[in-house]
Each structure stands twice: as C-alpha cells, then as structure tokens.
C-alpha cells in the first residue's frame, strides 16, 4: 500500500476542496468563505504524522505505535485510529480493493438531490458531506454515502430524542448501489475532541467541553440563536460536566433498550458533540434493531464489553452469551473512565487487527478490573466512581440492571443541593454560614417537608397519571425514577411493562414482569408472563405459565382462553375444548375465545370428526355476532367452511367458504401469504374468478384469539 492512497483520507476530508458551482447560493457561499474547505491544523498534524509513520514502514523500520503516537499528544488518540486502520487495511487488502471499486461521489457534484459542499470526514466504507438541499431553500445538512443501504436510518428513522441524531431523508441511487442518508448538520466535533483537553493537564472545568464543542466549524449561528447551554458547562467543575454528558448518554441508551435495540459500537468518536455542548449519538451501523431485521457483530475493540469481546473475536463464537444492553453500558464505563482520567481502563489493545492473544490479554485485564477512578482524577464524586465501576463490571450480572438506572443515579449526583453541599464541604467557613441560616429556617422547612409525600410515592403517583393518559415516555420517565430511588418497587416494575406491552414490545414486557413477580409473587403476573410468552411465540411455555396461574387461584376467562390458545397450538385439543367450554362459561361470552372455537373445530372436522358438524353454523354464528370484525376471523371461518365441506358436499359448505373467504379478502387478507389455509382453499378457491386481477396489501394479522389478562 504506498503511503499516499491512505494519507488521501482513509479518515479525513480531502487535502484540498475543488471550487463551489458558481450557482451556489450567496448564503451558503458565505458559510464555505468562513469556514473553507482546507484541512484544519489538526488534520494538517495528522497527514504529516501519518505520512512519516508510512516512510518509516516502507523503509523497513517497524515502529512502535503507542509510542509514534506519543509524540503528538494532543492528537494521540486520533492519530492512533488512524494507525489502526492502516493496519487493517493491510491486512486485509481485498477490503482496500472493494473499497477502490465503489463510485463515490466527489465535492461539487449534486448527488441524489443534495449539493455536496465538502467532504467532512470518511470511514472505510462511507463518507460524509457537508451539503445543501435546494428542495428545502439549500439548508445545510450533513449527508452521509455508504453502499450498505439504508438500515441504519431505519433506525434511526424512527427515533425522536435530544441525544440521538435525527435523520431527514434517505434516498437511494439505484445506477451505483449508493445510499445517501440525510441529517441535520450539527458540526464535526466528537467526544474525541475533549480527550486532546489531556495534552496539557488534567482539565479542571467544565468549560473545556464547550471549547472542544465549538474548536470544529459547526453551524453558522448567531450568539442569540445559538441553543443555551447547560449551566454546568458554563461554571461547573470538569467532572461535573463528565458527569452530565454521562447522565444525557444514559438517558439516549434507556430510551433505545425500550425499543429493544442496543447501539453496540460506542466510542468517543461515535458520539457528536453539538456547538451547546448536548451529547448525540451516532453511527448505528452495528447496532442490533428486530424492526430492522438487522443483527450484526462487531465494534472497536478498547470499548467493547466482555461479552461482545468473545461473541466477535472468541473462538467459541456460536457458544457466546448474547450481546445485549449491558454490553452498552459497559461500553459507556469505557467512555466516562477515559474523559474523567485520559486513560482507558484496561490499557491500550496492540495495534493491527486483533488476534485471540490480544482479545485474551484485553480479558484478562478486564477480569481484574478498572484502577480506581478517584485515585487518577480526585475530582470525581463517590457516587460517579460507583457508577462506572459497576457499568465496567467483567460479570454483565453485575452491572446495573438498565441504562435508566445509570441515568438516574448521575441526574441524582448532580442535584442542586449535592452540588451546593460539595462545594460547602471544599470551604469550611461557607459551611458555618449555611448552618446559621439553615436553623433560622428549620421550623418552616420540617413542616413543609413533613407533610410531603415521599419523593418514590410522588414519582409512582404521576407515573400512574401518565399511564392512565397514554403518555408512555412520562409513565417510563417516572417508573425510572421510582427505580432509582425505590429498586424492589414491584408496581413500577408492573407500570414499565404495562407501557411495553401497550407498545407491542412484549419481550420488554416479559422482563419486567419476571421481575416484579421475582419480588412479589402473584398469580395473575403470572398470567401476564404467559400472554407475553405467547405474543412472542412461545406456546409450551405460556402452557406452562397459564397453569400456574391458574393453580394460584387465578382464574378468568381470559386466563382460561390464553390457555386454550396455547393448547391448540401445541396439539392438545381435548385440553383446549375443555378449557374453552370454561372460557365460553361467561357472560356475555368472550369473543377471542368464541374465535378459538372456530379453529379448535376445524382442527377437528379437518380430522374427519363428523361428529362435530353440528356446532360449526351455531359456532360461526355466535362468532360473527360477538368478534370484531377482522379479515383474521373470516379466514378462520372461509377454512372451517371449506373442511367441513369436505365431510358433507351437499350442505352447501363450499359456496359459504367462498363467501366468507371474499369478505376476509376485502378486509385485508392476503391469499398468498396465508400459512394456515387447507390445500383446498390455498390452490382451489384462490384460482377462483372472483380473486382474478385482484390484490390487496400484505399485512401482518394481529392476532384476536388472546387477550390481556391484566387489562382492566
């Protein structure tokens, strides 16, 4: 590889930009003119230093990274990467090659609608731009080209938080198989950029992250438009600011595990630092999404949880536990340790591409655990070293149970009053001062406080509001708090999964339930566990979890259906009719179990049950009288028809079959996609003229047949 394919940019801009089209706007013109495309002193340092590292490998020497790297202590752990990935390259030169093959677009050209302005930056396999959309008055954007499509955007796309990067737009260039993903532009800085604060001390104030916020060319703004920033940022201590952006990245982390994904690549450089100082992650390539129908490994080695280490690089891969959310707040440990002290907690990995001796030694050190984080920065509280102690524990059991408990404990740490106490506690005589005038107002304050409720009870009571008024982000805002303060909680525990299950995620909503029923258990969580269980498709173990619901004295109609459901899917039919017929027993009959009726007697006369003829029209009538509407219902009921009709062709089933099968179709059913229709139906009836030139959606039957045991 000669040393200047890399230096062109293996993770920078180009050395120099080509000129603007002479149409560009007089605004945009303006900005470019302030901030033009010429490398900054940074890069300049880094395409020298890299440029040398390459002479010294061509010549023959073989130089010692960390301390070439050394040598540039401002820009050490960009210049680091840099090596890093060369190194990569070099080893797997086929991946250089592929990359060469790629028709990316270039400063200058208009691609995909967007005016590329320059190029900001560019990993192995994407670049992005700084861009201007002329469809929307040639607002700047940041556009980001990859060849992988758009799954991270269909992520991304769906999200909507202050400290997760927003996306516009993706559009996809068919000609070239590039995707470009379209996002605010909210300048180049990342977290990197305040690990180079290190080159000259132990930063001392907070103010040091604004800096580095504000070191890269951001979005031209005027001093009154610009966003205000945290106070903390403005007048707190180093470490108080460490600890806020710790605080908002755990609150960006709770509010993606609730949607069941996990980011799995956080780094430094993978979370942007905005001109105000706000935290936003970013780069969601790797990360795991079920909505997405993505779920691939990989990450950046120093930041990567034990776990993750062994499932990537081990050599038992298949064998590893899964990566899950803890693994991110391993990963967000890593972050904090590394801006509190300048160092990472387990050393440095060797440079290359990491073999089984290097993820065995990185291991090894993660077993014996981080140095203690007070000792390198004094400045962190006791409850900020705890926090990342457990957030950098080898056992995933024993970090903390979810990333809102981390958000809580450091929002707890920089409460007003624990800040105020600090800083008496620094200046004794401040200390005395507040004594006085604290005696002055202890009468008043005890009553008020006195007649306060409990700060857990308040958060559970407006968590219960919430709820109540459909608002899910406030109900899991204020479970979380109870959490933090209250950890056996059973009723928060109840209320977060309440709100999982009212959003589909019931596999979220399953965990809460185990572990409210851990605490306290109780039969009819019990029930709730089994209705999650088979919404996910777990049909034996909801079996399993309904009995026992049962056998705690808890027994519904609900309950008994769910059972039934489960019976009827695992082949226990004579189970499910009795379980039915108990079901069925209430008044006014409940529809889903009048629906599982209907498929417990196709099942049946399916079978050649003639005996069971005579409940299907009084079954399918009770059925339609009772059940919502719903193409699910009609489908079942166009089946029954068509298996009965197979016991008696002179009833007249055939022609019923058709009818219901028309009305199924109207309501949305897709023919093609159906899984459970007879042959009869699935190749006959679908030949039908009356299905000719006909298509509809394909949808996703949301099925009827359970119901929620813990409704209201």
Known sequence: MSRQEPASGLLHGPAVAGLWPQDTPSDVRAFLDRNPPLRDDKDAVLDLAYDEY???????????????????????????????AHDYLVANPALLEEKEKVPWPIEGETFLGFRLLRELGRGSFARVFLAAEPDLGDRL?????????????????????????????????????????????????????????????RPRQARVILDAARATPGPEVTAGDRPPSHPLLEKGSYAEG????????????????????????????????????????????????????????????????????????GPDRATAAPVDARSDLFSLGVILFELLTGRQPFGE?????????????????????????????????????????????????????????????????????????????RHPWKLAAAGALTLALASGDVVYLAARPPYAERMLREARTAYAAGDNETALDRADRVLARAPDSVEAYVLRGRVAQRQGRFRVALKEFREANRLAPDARLTAGIAYCLSREGDQPGALVENERAIEGEFRTAAVYNNLAYSQLNTSRRRDARENLGRALASVPPLPAACHNRLVLLRQEVSEGERGRLAEVR????????????????????????????????????????????????????????????????????????????QSVPVVNLPTARLVDPLAD
Not at 72 to 82: I, K
Request: contains cysteine.
């Open 618 to 693: 009084p079954a399918i009538t009770a059925a339609v009288a009772t059940c919502p509407e719903s193409a699910e219902l009609y489908g079942n009921i166009a089946d029954l028809c068509a298996a009965a009709g197979k016991l008696e062709l002179e009833r007249g089933w055939d022609a019923d079959a058709l009818t219901h099968l028309k009305h199924a179709h109207r309501l949305g059913l897709y023919l093609g996609g159906r899984t459970w229709s007879p042959l009869y139906l699935r190749f006959e009836l679908n030949k039908h003229p009356a299905f000719r030139n």
């Open 141 to 201: 954007v940041a556009v980001k080209v990859s060849p992988h499509g758009g799954t991270e955007a269909q992520t991304l796309g769906r999200l909507d938080h202050p400290n997760v990067v927003k996306v516009h737009a993706v559009r996809k260039d068919e000609r070239s198989g590039l995707t470009a993903v379209c996002m605010p532009y909210l300048g180049a800085a990342t977290l990197d950029g305040i690990l180079s604060a290190f080159a000259t001390g």
């Open 54 to 84: 390459c002479r010294l490998v061509e010549s023959g020497e073989t130089p010692d990274a960390e301390v070439f790297c050394a040598r540039f202590p401002t820009f050490q752990s960009s210049l680091r990467r840099v090596i890093q």
């Open 349 to 425: 990995v060797p440079r290359g591409v990491p073999g089984e001796e290097d993820c065995a030694a990185l291991l090894a050190r993660q077993k014996e655990g981080a140095p203690s984080l007070r000792r390198l920065c004094p400045e962190a509280t006791p409850a900020l070293a705890r926090v990342v102690a457990s957030c950098l524990a080898f056992e995933r059991e024993r970090r903390p149970r979810d990333a809102a408990a981390v958000a809580a404990a450091l929002h707890r740490d920089l409460a007003p009053h624990r800040r105020a106490l600090r800083r008496l506690l």
């Open 242 to 313: 460490v600890c806020l952006l710790g605080a908002q990245l755990a609150d960006a982390l709770a509010f993606l595990h609730r949607r069941d994904i996990f980011h799995r690549d956080l780094k430094p450089s993978n979370v942007l630092l905005c001109p105000d100082g706000r935290p936003m992650l970013l780069d969601f390539n790797l990360s795991a999404d079920p909505e997405a129908g993505r779920e691939r490994l990989g990450g950046t080695l120093p930041y990567m949880s034990p776990e993750q280490v062994l499932a990537t690089f």
